[in-house]
């Protein structure tokens, strides 16, 4: 059973993209790899728990990440981001994002007034 992917040099190709890692893949680490998008089939992975984006180069989230409904943890640290989406509100079982925000990162008030509470 999947539960875990940690991806290797060449991620890209190595995601999961059959429909047994869709209902069954928790967690996701793509820390490191220059990234500056996200590979849309990341959305199907609804069971998604956790998902790690450390240390890559984006500046941004697709609106598709609301999707991911399942997760708790988010960790965004290492990123260039100027603006989040608004759809990330509807992470309602979010209880940890790394970081909450930064200087220079654009967040929705609601989004805003959400993760304050949950400090």
Known sequence: MMRDFVSSDNFYNNLPRDKKAFTKLTELDLDGYDLTSLPECIAKYTKLTKLSLKNN??????????????????????????????????????????????PTTKIGNRYSKQVSAKM
């Open 57 to 102: 180069r984006l500046t941004s989230l697709p609106d598709w990440i609301g999707l991911l409904t399942n997760l708790t943890e988010l960790d965004l640290r290492y990123n260039q981001f100027t603006s989040l989406p608004k759809s990330i509100a509807n992470l309602a079982n979010l209880e940890k994002i790394n970081p909450l925000y930064e």
